[in-house]
């Protein structure tokens, strides 16, 4: 009788560790699963044949890796069979690996990092791993150069500000207050910006929830309104650049599976490891008196109509600050096919008067894992006149 407790103690013992056991193997499954997805996710991003630059190939079976199992091709010009970029030469998933940088960028150690890695896959790495993947992927990094001074003049828990909006759908508004105080401070060119920082401060604690909750007007669903209400482009010029935000979606955009994650896990990534993305999923609203004070006061053409206690709401997806300007920016999966101008020029107008700043500071911009497609919203509603011609 004495015994009895002893034993159903071990009994419970036991039964803990056949939970955990396979607690592990259904973090297990779940892991190999998403690595899965990500390898039948990868032929998106194959454009044309590693050793011959052809586009004319097809599946052909998948290797099994130690951590994954990826999809090989076949080129039938050059005949070699080849397997994704994203995977070649790697042990460890692309996913996991992105992961990995992206707790250490949120100032954990890196051996806190390897620890919640190897808790979030089941999947075992140490710390020099991650060491060894910050230097692989320092392209893609450059965050990196303020990581060390941010660590040392921010506690922890200052560096991000962090909100779930509940806006009809949840919107995940994110925004780095350290690096904002870095780039408006390291640049003279970016000084008259600071009104922006003092906007995003106030987010969370004086956002009109109600408001984006009862909009029936999206800026997002800008195009499908009558044409009534577009803007006069004649002025406007589209430049396609080169931009960091392309090769960002390249790199990041080939470990997502779900169509649905591709704005969170983008935004994410560019938030934490860039170094001019400051917020994301930002709310702005665009009401009758904004829209009488450009009309009016300013005397710019936005052919918009607003009731009285009417507004247009939005999320900005990125905001960046580089080079004296606040970038607005959108993904847009096949950038080349769409023109989002109205949306972005509403977000922009929206953003101007609750900062205060001027439309000159601001630039706009839309892209994918392709191409970057950039113009000034301030020469969408502010035309210059043409002088007339003196008589003789």
């Known amino acids: 009788m004495g015994d009895a407790p002893h034993h159903k103690i071990l009994v419970r013992v036991k039964n803990i560790q056949i939970l955990a056991k396979q607690f592990s193997k259904v973090k297990f499954f779940h892991s190999q699963m998403l690595f899965d997805q990500q390898a039948a996710n990868s032929e998106k991003s194959l454009a044309k044949c590693p050793f011959c630059a052809g586009k004319n190939f097809v599946k052909c079976g998948r290797r099994k890796k130690k951590h994954e199992i990826v999809q090989m091709y076949f080129c039938k010009h050059c005949q070699k069979k080849f397997t994704s970029s994203i995977t070649k030469n790697k042990t460890f998933p692309l996913r996991l690996i992105l992961d990995s940088i992206t707790f250490y960028n949120r100032f954990n150690s890196l051996e806190e990092s390897a620890q919640k890695i190897s808790e979030k896959y089941g999947i075992k790495i140490s710390f020099q791993n991650i060491s060894n993947w910050l230097k692989d992927f320092a392209e893609y990094l450059p965050f990196m150069r303020m990581r060390e001074f941010i660590a040392k003049n921010y506690a922890k828990?200052?560096?991000?500000?962090?909100?779930?909006?509940?806006?009809?759908?949840?919107?995940?508004?994110k925004y780095h207050r350290a690096k904002t105080d870095l780039i408006l401070g390291e640049d003279f060119k970016n000084y008259k910006l600071k009104p922006l920082r003092q906007f995003l401060e106030l987010i969370v604690a004086e956002c009109p929830h109600q408001v984006f909750k009862n909009s029936s007007r999206r800026a997002s669903e800008a195009h499908s309104r009558d044409t009534s209400e577009d803007f006069n482009l004649d002025q406007v010029k589209i430049t396609r650049r080169e931009n960091m935000a392309v090769k960002n979606t390249n790199f990041v955009l080939q470990t997502v599976a779900n169509n649905k994650l591709r704005h969170q896990i983008l935004q994410e990534f560019m938030l934490v490891n860039?170094?001019?993305?400051?917020?994301?999923?930002?709310?702005?609203?665009?009401?009758?008196?904004?829209?009488?004070?450009?009309?009016?006061?300013l005397n710019f053409d936005v052919p918009l109509d607003l009731r009285d206690g009417e507004a247009i709401t939005g999320h900005i997806d990125f905001i960046q600050i580089r080079n004296g300007a606040i970038h607005i920016l959108d993904y847009k999966p096949s950038a080349k096919k769409t023109k989002p101008i109205k949306q972005l020029t509403i977000y922009a107008l929206a953003l101007a008067r609750l900062t205060s700043l001027r439309l000159f500071n601001f630039k706009c911009a839309w892209f994918d894992e392709e191409d970057y497609f950039e113009f000034f919203p301030l020469h969408v509603v502010y035309k210059k006149k043409r002088k007339k011609k003196l008589r003789n």
Do not use: W
């Open 274 to 297: 860039d170094s001019v993305t400051v917020a994301t999923e930002v709310p702005v609203l665009f009401d009758r008196d904004d829209l009488l004070h450009y009309k009016n006061s």
């Open 157 to 173: 828990r200052d560096i991000f500000v962090e909100s779930k909006m509940l806006h009809g759908q949840i919107y995940d508004f």
